[in-house]
């Protein structure tokens, strides 16, 4: 069946003239927000590593990687409804306990390496991540905790505050009922929740603030990170995590949440934050617990995506223990689905896009020559990773699941197992050769910090990329893909980060002014359009325009040197695979959280700024796809 609407007119709206028809008749699952483009290839590739978890655990097929042997123990335990909803929250209780039973800040602080380890809600995140100034070693990094709403911006719309509330109150009732508080206290519990939520959220990020990710790193003595931390005993915890390895140094995400964190957590609020703790800590380890109680927790964030109804059962068990084991899954996939026939192309595609894009940023015309080497080292110098690694990391290998543990306690050993592993690392060099995304993922994705890009296997099949495809079309998608992940390493962001992912400034103060000019104007192009009841915040997905122009550009520029270049299948692909149908309310939500634009706008806005486009559909200053010539934004 044709996709196309032919009642609307290309010139006018290339999203619906490419995708109507399918956009009529799509169905989303009840279980998810959205189909189409990225979502149904991950729905068919979950499908199939579905099948083969259920012949595993029945013992019809044997895993070719002994490692699976314990995803598949996992899986089973996962499967045992029975078991896990006799249980309920009762293998919480010891945790929930020992936070109901502390008393006071000391108390607290004298049990705080035991409460981290056992996954404790604290009133801030720690994490070891690569040392952004020089990403040869790790760091230590704190941040912002997890606040009640998606976003803070929510908590200054008093409506849909109180809408999201109602929710969220509604939720945390049904899982308090399953504790072992008093009906008395499990009020007061939620009451104090929500007053301490309040207390973080004042000096919390945005999702605005968080997309200029640059930004984030502010290095700080660990002497003035732990007085801002007053009462809270954060030096005693580095302390017993690294004894005379604990950093000198941390990296602060957000400063002025340091700044005021004594008007927040203090013995005067420490109930507040006890009761906080305790209920955020069901919340964390629902997905842990019984069907029942995993299902409570989902309620919330599934009625503001208007998601229906839970997976099965065996669609959660996969899901689970896919994400914990995920680079072994992810190598078995490779492997078995993807071909090297596939592999050797793709990446033959990935080559020429680089060449291409040498030879534009050579012809570029508001750069410097000594701002032109820099960009070309670091392009030089980015890493592909295609497909699947050549093997997953050993550390897998000791992530065994023992038939005798219950399904929770098999869960926690495994948890507790790549926290102690992920904090281990600080005093070690980094390993870049780490994979961002595990071979199952339908994604593809830039790391800044490595310099590299990671193109899962999953990724690389229709309507993104086929052997059977014109290459056109493999431009039109994977192609412009690709060079969208290339592009993030120049884009507001990676702009700031050099050829070995250092935060490091390497431009020509002039140039970078143009560059900053430019992205105004790549800020402006999107900024306001009304979308779903919303309007675009330009800002907010402004480095993914970015990421999309320098991607269609670099392609563009490739298809010029084919015979004949068909550029009506590059743009009509480039507007199939954004392809999305969703519900209303995700779609609201991704407005004011995803540093997306919303699919529709992509496949719209970027061929715009390109003479090929209008070129190839003879679209004029009359039609609604027309953007006049002194608007178009090339970057790169």
């Not at 689905?337 to 291409?356: H, L, M, N, P, R």
Request: charged residues 30%; negative net charge; glycine residues 6%.
């Amino acid at each position: 069946m044709s996709t196309e609407n032919t009642t609307v007119r290309i010139q006018d709206d290339l999203y619906q003239y490419v995708n109507g028809e399918w956009l009529k008749t799509a169905v989303i699952p009840a279980d998810k927000p959205m189909t189409g483009g990225f979502a149904s290839l991950d729905e068919d590739v979950e499908k199939l590593l579905m099948s083969d978890f259920a012949k595993f655990a029945k013992g019809e097929e044997q895993p070719d990687l002994p490692i699976l042997e314990d995803a598949v123990r996992l899986y089973r335990k996962a499967m045992d409804a029975d078991a896990r909803t006799e249980a309920g929250m009762k293998p919480l209780y010891p945790l929930l306990r020992k936070i109901k039973s502390i008393g006071t800040v000391a108390e607290f602080n004298e049990s705080i390496l035991d409460l981290f380890y056992a996954r404790a809600e604290f009133p801030y995140k720690l994490e070891v991540m690569e040392d952004w100034k020089d990403t040869s070693r790790y760091a230590l990094a704190i941040m912002d905790p997890d606040l009640l709403l998606p976003d803070t911006s929510y908590y200054d719309k008093p409506v849909m505050k109180f809408y999201m509330m109602m929710l969220l109150k509604k939720m945390a009732k049904s899982l308090l009922k399953y504790s072992e508080l008093t009906p008395k206290e499990q009020k007061q519990y939620l009451r104090d929740t929500i007053a301490f939520d309040d207390l973080l959220r004042r000096k919390a990020l945005s999702s605005r603030e968080y997309a200029d990710y640059y930004k984030l790193y502010n290095p700080m003595s660990a002497e003035d990170v732990y007085k801002l931390s007053g009462d809270f005993g954060l030096r005693g915890l580095v302390q017993k995590l690294y004894g005379d390895g604990a950093p000198s140094m941390i990296a602060a995400s957000n400063p002025r949440f340091l700044e005021a964190f004594q008007d927040i957590f203090n013995e005067k609020n420490f109930p507040l934050f006890i009761h906080w703790s305790y209920v955020r800590t069901i919340y964390k380890f629902a997905s842990d617990l019984s069907p029942e109680i995993y299902a409570i927790s989902s309620q919330y964030l599934n009625k503001l995506m208007g998601i229906k109804a839970m997976p099965p059962l065996e669609k959660q068990a996969y899901r689970f223990v896919s994400g914990l084991f995920d680079q072994p899954v992810g190598v078995y996939y490779g492997r078995k689905y993807f071909g090297e026939a596939a592999k050797a192309d793709i990446t033959s595609i990935v080559k020429k896009i680089i060449e291409t894009y040498e030879e534009r940023i050579r012809k570029n015309d508001f750069l410097a020559a000594e701002t032109k080497e820099k960009a070309i080292l670091k392009l030089s110098s980015i890493k592909v990773k295609m497909g699947y690694p050549d093997n997953y990391d050993p550390f897998f290998d000791t992530l065994k699941v023992d038939e005798a543990d219950p399904f929770f306690d098999a869960v926690q050993k495994i948890r507790l197992r790549k926290m102690k592993r992920e904090f281990e690392k600080l005093n070690k060099p980094t390993d870049r050769s780490e994979w961002q995304m595990p071979g199952h993922m339908v994604n593809a994705c830039y790391d800044p910090f490595k310099n590299d890009i990671t193109f899962p296997a999953a990724i690389l099949q229709k309507p993104f990329y086929s052997v059977d495809q014109k290459i056109e079309e493999n431009l039109g998608g994977i192609g412009a893909v690709i060079g969208h992940e290339i592009s993030h390493a120049f884009d507001n962001n990676g702009a700031h980060f050099d050829e070995n992912g250092n935060l490091f400034d390497w431009w020509k103060e002039e140039d970078f002014k143009t560059f900053e000019g430019l992205t105004k104007g790549m800020t402006e192009q999107f900024d306001g359009i009304p979308f779903h009841g919303g309007k675009v915040n330009g800002g907010l997905v402004v480095s993914e325009n970015i990421a999309d122009d320098g991607g269609m550009a670099v392609t563009i520029e490739i298809m010029h040197t084919l015979d004949d270049p068909d550029f009506k299948a590059y743009f009509l692909n480039w507007g199939r695979i954004w392809c999305m149908k969703a519900k209303e309310s995700f779609q609201k939500l991704l407005l004011t959280m995803d540093v997306h634009s919303p699919a529709e706008l992509r496949a719209n806005m970027m061929p715009r700024n390109f003479g090929e486009w209008y070129e190839a559909f003879d679209v004029k200053p009359t039609d609604k796809m027309y953007l006049p010539e002194d608007k178009r934004i090339i970057i790169w």
